[in-house]
């Protein structure tokens, strides 16, 4: 099976160094000097990484075989992937298992379909595109996403108000004065 271990984001400077969006939680261990990465698309690669750093918490990589700016601009997009194993790990997938997914409210009712999942600072978002097309982040945590179940293609959400387009708010009834 591929998995992605980061996908290659700005050009940082004009020798080819990029920002890498990072889907691993071991970068340390991944992304070190003279690994070799297949590549998404395959024509993109393979990558070797000559040089990297962090600064800010933001990883930068320099990789062999792009040497300018023009080169970095080009590697936007790319996924760096390795051969890997499922997670033996409990409440934890990978990117592409949750990609393709029905989000569904509790009761069932659809949302919309899982199409990406964001690695932020504070915690990761789940990307879900509902039918109208908008793309809706919501906080991959237990309180918001309570259900993943790979097997039953699902996962269910319970987003705060205002996350999802269309939501209406609720009306009580009441007025004030």
Known sequence: MRLTVARIGRAHGLKGEVSVELRTDIPEDRL???E???TEPAAAGPLTVARVRVQANRWYVQFAEIAD?????AARGVELTIDGEESD??????????????????????VGEVVDLV????????????????????P????????????????VVTPPYGLLAGEEP??????SA
């Open 32 to 34: 070190v000097p003279g």
């Open 89 to 110: 790990e409990e409440d934890a997938w990978y990117v592409h298992q949750l990609v393709g997914l029905a989000a569904v409210r509790p009761d069932g009712a659809a």
């Open 36 to 38: 070799v990465f297949d």
């Open 170 to 175: 609720e009306v009580t009834g009441e007025t």
């Open 69 to 73: 700016r023009d080169a970095a601009e």
């Open 140 to 155: 991959f945590v237990e309180e918001f996403v309570p259900e993943v179940d790979i097997d039953a293609g699902r996962v």
């Open 119 to 138: 690695t932020m600072p504070a915690q990761d978002l789940l990307v879900v595109k509902q039918p109208g097309g908008h793309r809706a982040m919501i």
